[in-house]
């Protein structure tokens, strides 16, 4: 009897000790691998230190933050999704051409922001897995003057590594109001067209190297 | 035809379109008097609130700015309410009750906002939404003069948003227009910066602001963050896995 119950005890501790041994290995694994809301939240915290700090000028923060975005945004997916059926119409020079004018239309129109940082803060308020495999992770961002407002981050992995295929603003989804605004001129005159438009505005926004 | 019958006549026309179906393309049958008036209330923009806002925000230190959206927000608290109540969701409407009260009276008369703080925050909803969440659909984008981007339902609910409004008790009926006016200039004020980077960085301004309204409108009224399983499809599938 006892050595029965001996035998159940060593029994219950070596499964203890496998449970155990396998959730850190488990936990190893996604530390290494680094999960969307990791992807996020180092991303935000990064961007926000880099925003806040005094020693940067404004172009300066920008270079940093375009290295940050092209490291953890996944431009091409974006620009596919954003000219949904059209992509194909793109031979692979063109494809090319366009998802680096649509990055550089990103990064020098939302690029200004960095002067206009007021101490705003992001908080991770949740994450879950989508029916595809993407992940989303939702955000809130607390401003000092004014009602927070939500963001959400949609990820999807790419090479192993999770990467940004869409942002939603309180509802608004960044690729869905690209679809919609290429769409005309797209049906209209073509993707070839729209690149040449995307260009022309990029070299006209583009701010002077000082 | 008068306003009224217009608008009614528009609401009932409305009523006999089929639901639309929610794909990616944005649903625009009238697009060219939508542009037409687009094109009217941007020129408006530039010319008169833009410049005034702008001169505005000169005078006016942020901290009045910000009590007089408190100040506007609070009026719209009853309504709030109500819709919250009317979409099935008495605790939300308590909580705007509560907060009006709170506002109205600790908050001098809604120029502060200590309720937010309180744990009875802000809500959106108006009498569109409630018609929404009873499954009235919004027919197409329609862009006012004057009002901007709209659709025929929730134009028509914009009288109901009117009459549970608290202003007509504050003050009488002329009051309306000198008010509407110092919150319209306000507003604008205070979406400076918003307005000029969003025509920067958008490249069809006009599709952009529709498939923006359409959205945010789609979100408000569902209360909800996610999209609906056909619409992250059409969205995130990339072509070539689509069959």
């Known amino acids: 009897m ?53 020693a940067l000028n404004a172009d300066q923060k920008r270079g940093k933050i375009e290295d940050i975005a092209r490291q953890y945004f996944d431009f091409t997916t974006l620009s ?13 020079e063109q494809q090319n051409q366009f998802v680096n004018e649509f990055r550089r239309h990103l990064s020098l129109t939302y690029g200004k922001n960095v002067e206009k940082y007021d ?21 809130k961002i607390l401003r000092p003057s004014g009602e927070p407002f939500l963001v ?25 109001n690209f679809r919609s605004q290429f769409q005309e001129i797209v049906s209209r005159d073509g993707p070839v067209k729209l690149i040449q438009i995307l260009r022309d505005k990029n070299d006209k926004g583009e701010p002077l190297k000082s | 035809m008068s306003m009224r019958l217009f608008v009614i006549w528009l609401v009932l026309s409305a ?20 542009r037409a008036m687009f094109t009217f209330n941007d020129k408006l923009d530039i010319y008169v609130l833009e410049p005034v806002g702008r001169g505005w925000n000169y005078l006016m230190p942020k901290r009045v700015q910000t009590s007089l959206v408190n100040f506007f927000d609070n009026l719209h608290g009853p309504r709030v309410a109500l819709n919250n109540l009317l979409q099935g969701k008495p605790r939300d409407s308590a909580s705007d009750v509560g907060r009006f009260l709170v506002n109205s009276t600790v908050g001098v008369v809604g120029f502060f906002d200590p309720a937010s703080g ?65 919150s319209t200039v306000n507003a604008r004020a205070q979406a400076l910066e918003t307005v000029r980077q969003l025509k920067e960085a958008s490249v069809d301004y006009y599709a952009a602001i529709r498939n923006g309204y359409l959205q945010r409108r789609r979100a408000l009224v569902e209360d909800r963050r996610n999209f609906s399983e056909e619409q992250s499809e059409e969205l995130y599938k990339l072509e070539d896995d689509k069959e």
């Open chain 1, 2 to 54: 006892i050595t029965a119950m001996r035998a159940t005890r060593c029994g219950l501790n070596v499964f203890l000790i496998a449970c155990v041994a396998w959730t850190a290995m488990a936990a190893k694994h996604v530390l290494a691998e680094e999960g969307p809301r990791d992807v996020v939240g180092k991303t935000a915290d990064t961007v926000v230190g880099i925003l806040a700090d005094k």
């Open chain 2, 118 to 182: 309180w744990g009875m925050p802000s809500h959106d909803e108006d009498f569109g939404q409630t018609l929404g969440v009873w499954g009235v659909p919004s027919g197409p984008y329609l862009v006012w003069p004057f009002l901007g981007p709209s659709n025929p339902r929730d134009s028509g609910a914009l009288v109901v948003d009117y009459i549970t409004s608290v202003y007509w008790l504050y003050a009488p009926y002329t009051a309306t227009i000198p008010m509407t006016t110092v």
């Open chain 1, 152 to 176: 959400d981050y949609r990820l999807r992995k790419r090479d192993g590594r999770w990467m940004v295929i869409d942002v939603v603003i309180e509802g608004v989804s960044l690729v869905a």
């Open chain 2, 15 to 34: 009523l006999a379109l089929p639901a639309i179906a929610q794909d990616g393309d944005d649903h625009d049958p009238w697009m060219p008097f939508n």
């Open chain 1, 80 to 92: 596919r999704l954003v000219l949904a059926r059209h992509w194909k119409e793109l031979n692979d």
């Open chain 1, 119 to 139: 101490n705003e803060k992001a908080v991770i308020t949740g994450d879950r897995e989508e029916k595809d495999g993407d992940w989303t992770v939702n955000t």
